[in-house]
């Protein structure tokens, strides 16, 4: 793990303490209640259906103690006067029909809402997806990969959590809780009076540990992303790790943000082991005085046997919910952090937005024009304080210059990864701005020096650039770029898996099938950011053949240090500090005697 990605978990940590100023946190909470609302919105009614399915099963359970008080006090004296079990029989009949509703209610919730669940979290995984898609490189620039994963697995299974379990255990806690205190009040007035003596202590409990969990399941959810952060961090770079031997200040980076995982979670369980116990705690206190007092209370004939055995049994009910509501807060505090988590990604707007009225580009010529261009990546420090170039169509244009020049930035531009922060690029005569991302990517294609290839077979990446090609028109592509003789050599051909990005091609192999990606999408405008910096001589060579094929015909910008690239341009263009120094053809910049022409003499001379 490198410095850069140290300070960026140690800069995570610090967005997400627990000192965000209230006005963010009010935001936060705000972005996440609208995105909880965007998702349930499309299933109103399904979700009204099972509402009405819970508060008939919970009324269908709250009906048992009353039943069992009307069989007590008004089905088993006929039977002692001998007057027949008539009474008693119906009362067990409605018991019978009470237990059958709710076990046929209860299979129909879990049947739908383990459904709707599951359609949410569908939706849900495919709009962070696509949305991350979208975004522009200079988000992904700052936003790790781990935090990436961490959206899309851990913070959505903690919704799905909440989903699966949050839905009923709120409405059964809500139903219950007041369901119980009418009946109880109902039963008996002044037993029931008793009986709410102990709401203000259990509010007030309930209340504390509400404040709590809310601060300690953000703390856990921040924590477990930190953790993910500097697992993936590590493994990604896992040769540089190793190159470096990082691997102890790596595992005291892991140890830190474990242990704070770990602090967090011991942290939910105490308050936990105190919510819990004080709740059962409180009920079983509240259930012996009911007890004593409704015994007393009958002995002197003021209440019923059947009466008191139904407090007893309706207090149990009121209770049992209330411990529930312990697993219901850590579920509802963890989706709560989840979805300030997403609600925040997905209210990133792209740097470069799709146009509001799109422009209707004719076919593609691929001239590229930068007027006044000018760009930061940070405030106040100008890459190109102001770049004017014109590349006519079909014209090759190599960028030379030192680093930090500009050219990896003007080939962004071009591609717009990023929109400059002044002046205007256009492409045959409309402003990219103006361009829709699928119109512009249809025109303008960048192969850089990474050549990420993607878990699957060869075809299937040199296919990547256009998905509904022929195997024949993949083929051909391949053959025009010279790279299907080694292709025709692997075990299984064009059908050979490149493995973990493209780990079975060597380095040029890898090159060979980025340009033949390139060549099968047929771009009007091709851009190569060192294309061929990471080959030796002889991958080069072969490359440089390729070179040849995939630049005929079209607008291409080459950056490259060889200058053996290079030379197959029409144009250079030598930059410093993101100004033109010299442009003219390669022979004539050689004979010039200016920059270029020492660069050039550099390079011959490393060769001899």
């Known amino acids: 793990m490198t410095q850069t990605s140290e300070q960026a978990w140690r800069g995570y940590a610090e967005e997400n303490g627990d000192d965000l100023p209230q006005a963010a946190s009010l935001v936060l909470k705000e972005q996440s209640r609208k995105l909880l609302g965007e998702l349930l919105r499309p299933h109103k009614k399904l979700i009204w259906l099972l509402v009405v399915i819970v508060v008939v099963e919970n009324a269908a359970r709250l009906a048992v103690p009353y039943l069992v008080h009307l069989g007590i006090d008004h089905g088993i004296p006929p039977i002692l006067a001998g007057e027949g079990a008539t009474t008693l029989v119906t009362v067990v009949s409605f018991v019978l029909a009470s237990a059958i509703i709710q076990a046929f209610a209860r299979q129909m919730f879990l049947m739908r809402s383990g459904k709707l669940g599951q359609t949410i979290l569908l939706g849900l995984r495919r709009r962070v997806f696509d ?88 703390r856990t959810r921040e924590t477990v992303a930190l953790v993910i952060v500097h697992f993936v961090e590590s493994m990604t770079g896992i040769r540089a790790v190793q190159a470096f031997r990082r691997e102890p200040r790596n595992e005291e980076i892991f140890h830190g943000v474990n ?30 005085a009911i007890l004593v007092y409704g015994a007393w209370e009958a002995y002197h004939g003021r209440v019923t046997v059947g009466v008191l055995t139904a407090f007893t049994l309706y207090l149990r009910q009121f209770f049992e919910p209330l411990q529930e509501i312990s697993q219901f807060y850590n579920t509802f505090q963890s989706a709560s952090a989840a979805l300030e988590k997403l609600s925040t990604v997905l209210a990133e707007e792209p740097d470069v937005p799709e146009p509001a009225e799109p422009a209707k580009p004719a076919d593609a010529r691929g001239q590229v024009e930068m007027r006044d261009v000018r760009f930061s990546y940070v405030d106040g420090v100008e890459v190109l304080p102001g770049l004017d170039l014109e590349i006519p169509a079909g014209q090759t244009l190599a960028l030379v210059g030192t680093t930090g020049a500009g050219k990896t930035t003007i080939a962004k531009l071009v591609a717009r990864f990023y929109d400059p922060t002044g002046g205007d690029v256009l492409l045959d005569g409309i402003d990219l701005r103006q361009f829709t991302e699928d119109d512009l990517r249809e025109r303008v294609v960048m192969v850089t020096q990474e050549n990420f290839l993607f878990t699957g077979t060869v075809a299937d990446n040199i296919r990547f650039g256009k ?4 195997m024949a ?58 294309a061929t910096s990471s080959l030796d001589i002889p991958s080069e060579r072969l490359v440089q053949r390729a070179l040849r094929t995939i630049l005929t015909d079209r607008t291409a910008i080459v950056i ?7 030379e197959t341009a029409d144009r250079v263009v030598v930059l410093e500090h993101g100004r033109i120094l010299e442009d003219g053809s390669p022979a004539d910049l050689i004979g010039s005697g200016g920059q270029y022409a020492g660069l050039h003499q550099a390079w011959a001379d490393s060769l001899a």
């Open 467 to 470: 998905p509904d090609a022929t």
């Open 560 to 566: 490259a240090h060889r200058l053996s690239t290079v």
């Open 473 to 530: 028109e993949v083929v051909d592509a391949a053959k025009a770029i010279g790279a299907h003789d080694f292709i025709s050599a692997l075990p299984d051909g064009y059908d050979t898996s490149v493995e973990k990005r493209g780990s079975r091609l060597s380095a040029g192999q890898r090159q060979l099938v980025a340009f033949a990606r390139a060549f099968l999408a047929d771009p009007a405008v091709l851009i190569l950011d060192e």
């Open 131 to 218: 949305h991350f898609q979208r975004l522009s490189p200079s988000f992904h620039d700052k936003y790790t990969s781990g935090r990436v994963i961490s959206r899309l697995t851990s913070d959505v299974d903690v919704i799905d959590e909440m989903l699966e379990t949050g839905f009923d255990g709120l409405v059964t806690a809500v139903l219950t809780l007041f369901g119980t205190a009418i009946l109880l009040l109902t039963l008996d007035l002044k037993l029931g009076l008793a009986a709410l003596l102990s709401f203000p202590v259990l509010f007030a409990i309930t209340a504390w540990f509400r404040r709590r969990s809310a601060q300690v399941y953000r």
């Open 259 to 288: 242990d704070k995982y770990r602090a967090a979670n011991l942290e939910s369980f105490r308050i936990n082991a105190i919510f819990m116990p004080s709740v059962k705690g409180v009920g079983n206190i509240t259930i012996v």
